[in-house]
């Protein structure tokens, strides 16, 4: 069975920081790319930050490259996002899910955790 468990959301002023962390069942993070995404009030859920497993090679949105870092700790089945620099149009809930294939960055579990709210207030 997939568990994703976000946490670590808030509300923050522009300029802040705020570090995400994804809890994971040990199948829904074994070796698996992981990634962080994220679904703003009336948008569709988009893609942030991809780490790969193995290579720990990272990809983000451009939207927030140099702000936010992606790591994953494998021995406590549990991904990271720190968000730095944050402004208003970070504002979204935030999920985790495994990568289903490192060019398209989709993710692989059609079951997604309850997401962690992050708001930024300028």
């Known amino acids: 069975q997939v568990q994703l468990v976000e946490s670590g959301g808030g509300l923050v002023q522009a300029g802040g920081s705020l570090r995400l962390s994804c809890a994971a069942s040990r199948r829904a993070i074994s070796n698996h790319h992981m990634g962080w995404f994220r679904q703003a009030p009336g948008k569709g859920r988009e893609f942030v930050a991809a780490?790969?497993?193995?290579?720990?090679?990272?990809d983000y949105t451009d939207s927030v490259k140099g702000r936010f870092t992606i790591s994953t700790d494998n021995a406590k089945n549990t991904a990271y996002l720190q968000m730095n620099s944050l402004k208003p149009e970070d504002t979204a809930v935030y999920y985790c899910n495994a990568i289903s294939t490192w060019n398209t960055k989709s993710p692989l579990f059609d079951s997604w955790g309850q997401g962690t709210q992050v708001t930024v207030s300028s």
């Open positions: 780490i790969a497993w193995g290579s720990g090679i990272t």
